[in-house]
């Protein structure tokens, strides 16, 4: 079964996309609150993904996205936002594989079943 981190700082948001990604998706997923929990679970929990929040306190997905880039390249990374046009210009040459507005799951979707294989 394919693993996921979800790192998103609203609960709600979190919980929701989590339960959206393991209902449709059949994956499991794992929860982190800012980048720098991110960090931390990644060398636990060994996602096959991360789909990181852009906004978020202690560590914004985009710092979050560099460090993963740089330290564990062969981990896909989905961007997910309500901020889309300047998140996309941030994370150019980061090793994210794409940029998802909040308001429309539906890409994220497919492009995590893209990434997955499944």
């Known amino acids: 079964m394919c693993r996921v ?5 609203h609960p709600i948001v ?10 449709r998706l059949k994956v499991q997923c794992v929860e982190a609150a ?6 931390q679970c990644v060398t636990r ?6 789909i990181l929040d852009y906004s978020m306190p202690v560590m914004n997905g ?4 560099r460090i993963l880039h740089q330290t ?5 990374v989905l961007m997910l936002t309500a901020h889309f046009s300047a998140v996309e210009e941030a994370t150019k040459g980061l090793g994210v ?7 429309n799951v539906e890409p994220l979707l497919s492009q995590t ?3 997955l294989k499944i």
């Open 5 to 9: 981190l979800v790192v998103d700082d």
């Open 14 to 23: 979190r919980k929701a996309l989590a339960f959206y990604l393991q209902s």
């Open 34 to 39: 800012n980048g720098f929990e991110a960090l």
């Open 45 to 50: 929990a060994k996602p096959d993904l991360v």
């Open 62 to 65: 985009v710092e979050t996205a």
């Open 72 to 76: 564990m390249p062969e981990i896909p």
């Open 97 to 103: 594989r794409g940029v998802f507005s909040k308001d």
């Open 113 to 115: 079943r893209a990434v």
